[in-house]
Structure formats: C-alpha cells, structure tokens
C-alpha cells in the first residue's frame, strides 16, 4: 500500500471518528453569542411584523419599486428587440 493511499485511509477514519464523536464543540460563533446573551439575552423578534407598523411611505415606495420593476423589464425588452432588428436588417443587407 502507497503512502498516499494510507494517507486517504486515515484521514477518512479520523472523519468518521469525528462524526461518530458524541459531543461536537460549538462553532467559535455560537460560543460567542451565548457568552453575550449570557450576560445579556435577546429579545423576542417577531417572524414577521405587526400588520399596523406599515406606512404610508412604505407604500410608496413599494409603488415606486413596482414602476421602476416595470420600466427595468421594458428596457430589456426593447434593447432585445433592437438587436433581433438590427440581426435581421444585416441579413437581409447581406448577399
């Protein structure tokens, strides 16, 4: 057997051993966070937000979004369609 076999062989057992392992240590994040909220622990954060926090400016800037979504996809089209043009006008051109 070749060193270079033996090495795949052992680094697979070391991973199997791990992932067998009965405690896994936390990731350096998740030690972190529960040292702070240790101390002091979050509030309670809603999935989604209450229905009465919506605003008038948010409505308009979701009608805002909705036009500008509209003339981004008008733009595209109309250059797609320029170019199918200007393709088909160097065909007929051509001899």
Not at 38 to 55: A, L
Request: proline share 8%.
């Amino acid at each position: 057997m070749s060193e270079h076999e033996q090495d795949g062989q052992e680094r697979e057992f070391d991973l199997r051993w791990a992932d067998d392992a009965e405690h896994k240590e936390p990731s350096a994040r998740a030690r972190m966070l529960a040292a702070r909220w240790k101390d002091n622990p979050p509030g309670p954060v809603p999935f989604r937000p209450d229905p009465d926090h919506r605003s008038r400016g948010r409505r308009a800037r979701s009608r805002s979004h909705s036009r500008s979504s509209w003339v981004s996809t008008a733009v595209v089209f109309g250059c797609v369609a320029a170019v199918i043009v200007l393709l088909g006008y160097i065909n007929f051109r051509a001899p």
